[in-house]
């Protein structure tokens, strides 16, 4: 059986992928069941506030299998020409915080501007200034607001390993 890398075919749903945006809620779909759940905890309070809001949370991403990981990263690697290019759209299955659970990809704009106003709340936090949908969670923002974020994940010390 060829590797989801070299197969080039976007690996199945039970491996995170998410062909169609899915919602916060969705226990069906592996890219959320499989979140932190905290992290979950924390996406699913937001939205609810942000439905008040007359805005729809989508999750483009969240959880990754380590191999559908590596295939976005082989991918990405395709479409910027070099490994040093790629890394700082896509991070490798061994730095990727989507591989642990830990990071979920927002969508669409007034979903991700709601969680740039209100996000912190509930500890949410964009990390990274060249993706703005990308959040984690830092439960100390509630408290001291979120860290500065990195230009790209290049600069992420978690992405040195």
């Known amino acids: 059986m060829p ?6 075919t976007r690996p199945p749903q039970s491996h995170g992928a998410v062909p169609d945006p899915v919602t916060p809620f969705d226990d069906g779909a592996a890219a959320v069941a499989n979140l932190d759940p905290a992290l979950l905890s924390a996406l699913r309070r937001a939205a609810t506030a942000a439905a008040a809001d007359g805005v729809e949370f989508r999750v483009n991403g969240g959880w990754r299998s380590p191999e559908y990981q590596e295939w976005l990263f082989a991918e990405a690697v395709s479409r910027y020409g070099s490994a040093a290019e790629a890394i700082r759209w896509v991070a490798t299955p061994d730095t990727s915080a989507h591989v642990s659970g830990h990071a979920v990809d927002v969508g669409p704009s007034a979903a991700r501007a709601w969680l740039s106003e209100h ?4 500890g949410l936090c964009q990390i990274y200034r060249n993706e703005p949908w990308h959040y984690e969670l830092r439960p100390e923002a509630v408290e001291a607001g979120c860290p500065p974020m990195y230009a790209d994940p290049t600069e992420d010390p978690r992405m040195q390993r």
């Open 119 to 122: 996000g912190t709340a509930y």
């Open 3 to 8: 590797s989801l890398e070299s197969a080039r």
